[in-house]
């Protein structure tokens, strides 16, 4: 991931320069290393990895980070730039990422993993900033606004692997603590009586001290949990007594012996501010009322006094103290109305001590844990602090830090290894660390070199900075194996400009690389697909590039095989190499009926078969049809003008056009020929072909006086040259069946093309003629409902066919009716038309299609008697 940090993004090697300068040469010493990432599915529990050589994240339960040398804080640097900058790069299993501490050469991270929601897991890095193990699962967090999370996790200060997390489980949030950064957890002990003295009758293990660990919104007053660095062991936040914590229970709680033993101090949430090494502890009652009294304390908790630090309430903003941890003087500021401005009220407390400390004044304590253990983190650690009935000023002189005596080894030293899990994770003693069912402590390390040693995990290592000395040493008798040959596994070869279309001639940089196996003694087998083949020895370790230039148009397959004594992997990818698309025209006839099927055609240039993706968009409809074919057949139900757009994607170009279709239900198509001197000059390209319609449509117009914007010439594609005249109805004409105006205009442009009226100039010297293809036959009428109609008058036929008979026979079974009838029948005789009944039948079927050249200004009138 160095690699990709310093290569793949000149901005991004700026800003880190610019963070880190001094680092600068040390990270391009390392510019050759990759990330191998160790990542295999789990049961039930997930495991994390950070992907960060592509600034991703893929989580597991332990996973490496590696980097070949020892440069912890320089690791430490880029996971915080990565995680500010790179924070939307987050994939699969992990949500949101939160670095809590990188103290010590170590650091603590807090995952939201896939099937969490409002909890995150506690993580924790090796020296090397290698390998992250688990600490703690479900940790509670809370979302703020502008999507900002708090995770309830608090690193105590001023006394080093001591941290608070409050755990969710199942709904319920408990408070923890640990001494030796989060390799055993306990929860905290409730004090004995309240703050009046009352029995608190609180017993774990169904009663415990819970906290509050949220920061401040307002960044000048303190948050519910109050630390200090030059005040060891002294902690005061806002919790409850109970089985579980109370969101609406907000009482103040202190410790001196840093968590082991706890006293109430108020009912309600306050400010703290700590003065004089903690020595003077101010707190300020967290209100939204005007106050205009503060309480402090000197013997760190035990009695509390009140000062007016003002005559007047006012509504508290902040606490601020001076320059230094030794000051006693702080400035309270607020405002007395929301429309005034800001108050501050200075408070000196120096006058309220007479003198300043000495030797005798201060006593020392011990650091212990909630079991009493004195040796934590390898060490027993003393402190020293006023003593109660001294009454004098620490000052600027004063020291927390006593002595510190290093301990021997024992097993609570040591926490569970990469790969390896505990048995009970909040039990320090009965605990052992047993290998996780995926992890195969024999295996050798995926950087083993044929021919040198490893030394495989006994399952346990120290804890970071732990310093203990001699006694138990879980680490010992490791035991030593040979490198053997490993097969290579998880081969990849990739295209260093990112981009798998490239244009012909362009240069284009290929890059194998290998996360497993032997890199010494492995041969690589090189295809790019068209012709060149190449072997190479160490490709993967030495990072040499292959170069390559493709001159044709194509997909290529490049592969690259693995292989040594143990076996053997492959890696394959497809490289499309298409020029730039320079033109598309989409070819569509711009009237149809409806729901008619249609032709749309994408034309583009050039032409790369198998290489173009066709986005299709019909109408107002955002969602496109893809094809692979430059065409699409469709329909069009409603009636009205209907925009097609099409887009064209080969490699990184992209092309579009649109055109509107006019969908109507009736209209008139008269096929159009030319002479064939015409055929010399078409080059059949779209362009041209709307050239020539539009010309045809022109004259037309002019010669019949017929409105242009009713007339559309289509010319298609292809040899010899022919063309659809389509006649369309006019906008204010209501639609009939049959319509005397459509016939005229009908008659009107055939007699016009008929007597040769219709031609224009070509260039050679030659004159092209437009007449109709068949000269005889009739125009066809195009309309989406003329089926409809056909069926509808059929049916109507022969209703009144069967209602006749009926009435015949009827007729003929009455008395009286017989002479009627007969002399009826010979009355319609004399009126009927000389048509016969199959062509009258015929007539109505055809509708406006029958068209008579004889007939063109008469009408045809047909009298139906039955």
Known sequence: WYYFLCNCSKLYLILFVLCHALLFFRLVLFMLFQSVIDSYAGLGKSFVSFFLSFFSLLFKKSFPIKVKADHSFCTLMILIFTKLVCSFCILFFLQDLQIISTDENQVFVAVQEWYQTDTYNLYQSDPQGVYYSILLENVRSTKQPEENVLIDILEVRGVKGVFLANQKIDGKVTTLITYNKGRDWDFLNPPDIDMNGKPTNCKPPDCYLHLHLRWADNPYVSGTVHTKDTAPGLIMGAGNLGSQLVEYKEEMYITSDCGKTWRQVFEEEHHILYLDHGGVI????????????????????????????????????????????????????????????????????????????????????????????????????????????????????????????????????????????????????????????????????????????????????????????????????????????????????????????????????????????????????????????????????????????????????????????????????????????????????PVIGRNQEVNLTAIILPKNPNLTVFYWWIGNNLQPLLTLESFLVTKFAETGDIRVTVQASCGSSMLQDSKVVHVFDHFHVLPLKFTKHLDMYNPDIPEWREDIGRVVTRLLAKETNIPEETLMTVVKPGLPTTADLHVLLPANQPKRKRSVTSDKRIAAIK????????????????????????????????????????????????????????????????????????????????????????????????????????????????????
């Open 282 to 589: 101010v707190a300020i009652k967290d209100t939204s009322i005007p106050l205009k009294i503060l309480k402090f304390s000197i013997d760190e908790g035990q009695t509390w006094s009140t000062h007016n630090f003002t005559s007047t309430s006012v509504f508290v903003d902040g606490l601020l103290s001076e320059p230094g941890d030794e000051t006693l003087v702080m400035t309270v500021f607020g405002h007395i109305s929301y429309r005034s401005d800001w108050e501050l009220v200075k408070v000196d407390f120096r006058p309220s001590f007479p003198r300043e400390c000495t030797d005798d004044d201060y006593e020392s304590w011990e650091l212990t844990n909630l079991q009493g253990d004195r040796c934590i983190m390898g060490q027993q650690r003393s402190f020293r602090k006023r003593k109660i009935s001294s009454w004098c000023i620490k000052g600027r002189s004063f020291t927390s830090a006593l002595t510190s005596k290093v301990c021997e080894c024992v097993n609570s030293d040591f926490l569970c290894d990469y790969g390896f899990e505990r048995s009970a994770p909040l039990k320090s003693e009965s605990s052992k660390c047993f290998a996780d069912f995926w992890f195969n402590p024999e295996a050798p390390p995926e950087d083993c070199v044929l021919g040198q040693a490893y030394t495989s995990s006994t399952g346990y290592r120290k804890v970071v900075s732990n310093v203990c000395e001699g006694g138990v040493d879980l680490q010992q008798n490791l035991a030593q194996h040979m490198c053997p040959s490993i097969a290579p596994k998880g081969l990849q070869v990739s295209i260093r400009e990112e981009s798998l279309a490239v244009k012909p001639g362009e240069d284009i940089t290929f890059v194998v690389r290998q996360e497993q196996g032997d890199t010494l003694n492995t041969k690589y087998q090189v295809d790019l697909g068209d012709g060149f083949k190449a072997i190479y020895v160490n490709l993967t370790m030495t990072g040499e590039p292959i170069r390559h230039r493709y001159e044709n148009p194509g997909i290529y397959r490049v592969s690259v095989k693995a292989e040594n004594v143990a076996g053997h992997d492959e890696a394959v990818v497809f490289v499309q190499v298409n020029s730039p698309l320079q033109a598309l025209n989409l070819e569509v006839v």
């Open 751 to 866: 007699q016009a093309l008929n007597a040769h009226n219709i031609s224009f100039f070509l260039r050679g010297g030659y004159w092209v003629l437009v007449t109709l293809a068949d000269s005889s036959s009739d125009s066809q009428r195009i309309g989406g409902g003329s089926g409809y109609w056909a069926i509808v008058v059929l049916f109507v036929i022969c209703l009144v066919a069967v209602g006749a008979f009926i009435l015949y026979k009827f007729k003929r079974k009455l008395p009286g009716r017989n002479v009627y009838a007969q002399m009826h029948n010979e009355k319609e005789q004399e009126m009927t038309s000389p048509v016969n009944h199959s062509e009258d039948t015929q007539n109505i079927i055809q509708g406006e299609e029958f068209i008579d050249d004889d007939l063109d200004s008469q009408t045809l009138e047909i009298n139906y008697i039955w």
